[in-house]
């Protein structure tokens, strides 16, 4: 993934599409499943994409929210962040891209994926696409 480099004092920055496909890469990383990249800006204006992701419990929600923060860091600090302590439903917001980290029910109950279904997906490396879970809750 091409990242531009600037000065020695600054960051290096990602665009909206990397910073999606970094976020995915990383939830997968720590065994996150069902992980959608949903590229939002043409239907709204909150952000460039919207990363869906599913854990199995609310530590491993909490690790997945942990290595996104901890993985993206060397590109900017993280806006906000909720729902980290309970875990059931973790928001991460870096402005251009926000991140949705759900418990398996909370995000069938929720059904956020149905919201955007005008949304185009980001194509996922097939690896991450397929990711899914193996039982059934």
């Not at 890469?25 to 499943?33: N, W």
């Not at 992980?35 to 939002?40: K, Q």
């Not at 991460?92 to 149905?114: A, C, N, P, T, W």
Request: aromatic share 8%; glycine share 6%.
């Amino acid at each position: 993934m091409p990242v531009k480099k600037t000065t020695a004092a600054e960051k290096p920055v990602l665009s909206s599409q990397e910073r999606a496909l970094k976020c995915a890469e990383l939830a997968f990383d720590k065994k996150a499943f069902d992980i959608r990249a949903l590229e939002i800006s043409k239907v709204s204006s909150i952000a460039d994409y919207l990363v869906i992701i599913s854990g199995n419990s609310d530590k491993q929600n909490q690790a997945i929210a942990d290595g996104i923060r901890t993985g993206l860091k060397q590109y900017g600090k993280i806006r906000d962040i909720e729902g980290e302590s309970e875990g059931k439903w973790i928001v991460m917001d870096y402005g251009d891209v926000i991140v949705h980290i759900f418990s398996d029910q909370l995000r069938h109950h929720y059904k956020l994926d149905e919201l955007w279904l005008l949304a185009p997906e980001l194509d996922l490396p097939e690896q991450i696409r397929s990711a899914r879970k193996e039982d059934d809750f």
